[in-house]
C-alpha cells in the first residue's frame, strides 16, 4: 500500500473518532444552552471563550501545527454558538416599552436570537419572569447621566429574581422629524425625561418646547401619529428606522460618555465560575445606633471591596431604608459565608440578588 493511501485511511480512523467525540461535545454544548436559557445568560461568552482557546492551544504538542490547532479550536467554538443559537431560539425575553426603546435595543443585542416581548412597566416585565412567561428580563439599573433606576433596583430587593449579567449600552441621541421636515421647521420636542435631560442644552439653543413620554420609542411612534410636521423626537438611530423618522441631527447628547447598565434578571442564580467576580448584596439594617458601620465594616474586614453602596427607602415601611452593595469577590468561599454570617447579626433582611464577571458593552461594532 502507498503512502498516500495510508495516510488516506489514518485521517478515515480519525474522522471516525473525531465524529464521536463531536457527538459528545454537541450534547454538552446542549447541557450549556439549556444551562444558559433557565439563567437568562448570552450565549456569547468572550472571556470564557479567551480562556478555553488559551488553555488548549498551550497543551497542544506540535509547534509547527499550534496556529492551525487555534483556528480549528475557533471554527469548533463558532460552530458550538450556532448551535446554542438554534436551541435558544424560542427563548422569550421581557423588557419595558415598545420596539425601539434603548431597553429592547439592549435585549437584541444580548440574545439575538430570542423572541423579544415589550411590556408597559418595569415591574410588569419583571413579573412575566416570575411567572413564567419569560425566560428573562432586560431591564436598566443605572445611568450614568441620570443615575440609578429606583423602581428596578425596589424590584430587586421585593422580588424572587437574581441577576446574572451587567451590560452597558451606549446612549447616543438623535432628533427625528417626519421625512422631508427641515430642522427649522420644529417647535416641539417630545422624549423621555432622561432624554430631554442629556440634551437640555441642544434643546435650549433652539428654543423648543418640550412634551414627556413614557420612552423614546414611544415618542417617535407619537411624532408619526400626529404626523405634524412641527413635531420631533430624540430617540436613537435604530428608532428612527423602525418607525420611518429621519435622524434630522445625531450626536446631541450634551456628554458622549452616557451609557445605561443593563441587567439581565433570571428565575435562576448563577455563580460565575471565574476569579473577577462580582455579586449584589441587598440588606436592611437593625434599629440599633453604629448598625450600619458595623454592616460596612464586616464586609471589608474579610477582604469583600465595595464598589458600589447605596441607599433606597423601603416603600412598605415609613422612613427605614435598605442598601444595596456591588462587591468584587466570591460570596461562596469560606471567608464569604463567614462574613455572610457575621453580617445577618447586623441585618434584618438580607439576600444575594445575583452575580456576574464584568459588565460587558453592547457598543455596535
Known sequence: MDSL????????EIDEKMAELFKQRMLAVRDIAAYKKERGMAIFDA????????????????????????????DVMNVSKRYQRSLMEGMRVAYSGVEGAFADIAAKRIFPDALHVGYPDFSAAYQSVENGECECAVLPIENSYAGVVG??????????????????????????????????????IISHPQALAQCGEYIRSHGWTTVSAANTAIAAQEVVQRGDKTIAAIASFETAALYGLEVLDHDINESNANSTKFAAFSRVEQHPDTGNSKFLLLFTVNDVAGALAKAINVISAYGFNMKVLRSRPVRSRDWQYYFYVEAEGDETTEDGRKMLGELAEQCETMKIAGHYTVEISLRKN
Do not use: C, H, W
Open 5 to 12: 493511501e495510508t495516510a488516506r485511511n489514518a485521517i478515515n
Open 47 to 74: 472571556e470564557r471563550e479567551k480562556t478555553v482557546i488559551a488553555r488548549n492551544v498551550g497543551i497542544y504538542p506540535d509547534n509547527e501545527t499550534r496556529v492551525f490547532y487555534s483556528s480549528f479550536l475557533q
Open 151 to 188: 423602581q428596578v433596583m425596589d424590584l430587586m430587593f421585593e422580588g424572587d429574581l437574581y441577576v446574572n449579567g451587567v451590560y452597558t449600552l451606549p446612549v447616543v441621541q438623535n432628533l427625528l422629524g417626519l421625512p422631508g421636515v427641515n430642522i427649522k421647521e420644529i417647535k416641539t
